[in-house]
Nanobody
Framework: VQFVESGGGLVQPGGSLRLSCAASGFTISGDGMSWYRQAPQKAREWVALIESNGDTHYLDSAKGRFTISRDNAKNTVYLQMNSLKPEDTAVYYC??????WGQGTQVTVSS
């Protein structure tokens, strides 16, 4: 079982990025999928969840700016991030219960 995150990069404040999480050996449609992030010298924090029924939930600071979605046919979860702020700078990870953390993808928001 493996998750491979991609789509990170350097973006200016106010910009957008779309992160992808490709799953192998695991069917994303059968479980809730989350995005987490870890900023330098900070604890990892939960950012967003998409439940198996499609319901979504967000960290307060992400509401209205981030959108989690999934494509079951591609077995991939996405995180669309708009209006990015410097405080969004972190390594972003996708996660499902019982699955080992992947390598994450770095997001840097800076002018």
């Amino acid at each position: 079982v493996q998750f491979v995150e991609s789509g990170g990069g350097l973006v200016q404040p106010g910009g957008s990025l779309r992160l992808s999480c490709a799953a192998s050996g695991f069917t994303i449609s059968g479980d809730g999928m989350s995005w987490y992030r870890q900023a330098p010298q900070k604890a990892r924090e939960w950012v967003a969840l998409i439940e198996s029924n499609g319901d979504t939930h967000y960290l307060d600071s992400a509401k209205g700016r981030f959108t989690i979605s999934r494509d079951n046919a591609k077995n991939t979860v996405y995180l669309q991030m708009n209006s990015l702020k410097p405080e969004d700078t972190a390594v972003y990870y996708c996660k499902a219960p019982g699955v080992t953390w992947g390598q994450g993808t770095q997001v840097t928001v800076s002018s």
